[in-house]
């Protein structure tokens, strides 16, 4: 797949999210999970992605949960009153496949046949 130019039929989005933590006092210390990367499907391709934060984490890491979702993990140790995570995707997404007629089944319209047995 060619990172420039999408797939026929292809729509690339542009993805951004912001989430932003405004604090009336300052906070010391904090440990963040996020799940901000968009999955990889049949039809979905990921081309890029990437995460700011603000201030800047003083470690992160990066992990599969057991859905298979990425959870980006960081830490921060200096002090701040506001915390911002910006994460930036551009993801493809390609058309599905047509619907095939189906061929009608030969019982239908058909109302059920019952069979009856003779009294003895």
Do not use: K, W
């Amino acid at each position: 797949m060619n990172e420039g130019i999408p797939s026929a039929g292809a729509v690339v989005y542009q993805i951004e999210h912001e989430t932003r933590y405004v604090h009336a006092g300052r906070v010391s210390t904090s440990q963040h999970v996020a799940c901000l990367t968009p999955r990889a499907l049949p039809r979905q391709h990921l081309r890029t992605h990437h995460v700011v934060v603000d201030p800047v984490p003083a470690n992160d890491s990066t992990r599969l949960d057991c859905y298979g979702n990425v959870e980006e993990q960081f830490t921060i140790l200096t002090p701040y009153s506001e915390l911002r995570v910006v994460s930036h995707s551009v993801v493809e997404v390609t058309p599905a496949a047509p619907a095939t007629a189906c061929a009608p089944s030969p019982a239908r319209g058909r109302a059920p046949t019952a069979r009856r047995r003779r009294a003895r």
